[in-house]
């Protein structure tokens, strides 16, 4: 009886986040990096750098996949929590902008390569459903959101975990660096891109813009991840055990 109550109480969360993926939360002027704003060159490197992350990640994925029925859930609600969160848009830099990622939360409890794959799946899915982002700027979104965030979080968690640091300190820090990491990439990318007076001056210019918002969109996926881990600790305790997140 109590084991059915924990998987519902994580049916529900699922659920609540797939509603939401029927709001129209955003204009569809909304973006990550937009199609076509970064030059083709770019665009196909940056595509060839994901390539091995996302075998690894698929394979990694197949290995989730055989786990029992609640760990698949949770896989489908980081999943849904990226698509939710990744789609709440703040206009930022030209051609960009700023929003949480979700995807820290998701490397947290199940290893970054895992988020490879979720995070392609959503981007690709953002792209043709609601104009966010583009698809020949799908690997250097894909690289900043769903690669080099994810290993920053899931890094960041495994070292306040041997440092023995409180659970919930170790989540937040993970989710709100991961976050910010994202946007040093995405600032990398767009001074790569456009280095107009010097690729490092750009580099500080693009990362002074998106701080000012993003900043705080880090803090609050941070306190909003360590609530969603606490609910889990409790309804899926095993699991969060036998994937070695407690």
């Not at 949480?100 to 953002?126: D, E, H, N």
């Not at 690997?139 to 994810?150: C, E």
């Not at 659970?167 to 993970?174: C, E, R, T």
């Not at 990398?188 to 002074?208: E, H, R, V």
Request: charged content about 10%; some cysteine; hydrophobic content about 55%.
């Amino acid at each position: 009886m109590l084991a059915n109550k924990k998987t519902d109480n994580v049916k529900t969360l699922v659920a609540l986040l797939s509603v939401l993926l029927v709001i129209p939360i955003t204009s569809a002027n909304a973006m990550h990096i937009m199609e076509a704003y970064i030059p083709g060159v770019h665009c196909i490197l940056w595509g060839a750098l994901c390539i091995p992350f996302l075998i690894a990640g698929g394979i990694s994925m197949k290995k989730q996949m055989s786990r029992d029925g609640k760990a698949k859930l949770l896989l489908a609600l980081a999943g849904a929590f990226v698509f939710v969160i990744s789609s709440l848009k703040i206009p930022s830099v030209t051609g960009s902008c700023s929003h949480p990622t979700g995807t820290g939360f998701g490397a947290i409890l199940f290893g970054p390569s895992v988020m490879s794959v979720l995070g392609i799946i959503v981007l690709i899915f953002q792209a043709l459903l609601l104009a966010h982002g583009g698809l020949t700027t799908l690997g250097a979104n894909t690289f900043s959101m769903a690669i080099a965030g994810p290993f920053v979080s899931y890094g960041i968690f495994r070292l306040m975990k041997k440092l023995n640091a409180p659970i919930g300190l170790g989540v937040f820090l993970a989710a709100a660096l991961g976050d910010l990491f994202t946007y040093c990439i995405t600032s990398l990318q767009l001074a790569l891109a456009f280095p107009g007076d010097g690729i490092g001056y750009s580099l500080m210019k693009f990362m002074g813009i998106f701080a000012t918002t993003q900043l705080p969109i880090a803090i609050a996926e941070g306190i909003l991840s360590v609530i969603i881990f606490n609910v889990l600790s409790v309804s899926c305790k095993s699991e969060l055990k036998e994937l070695r997140v407690i």
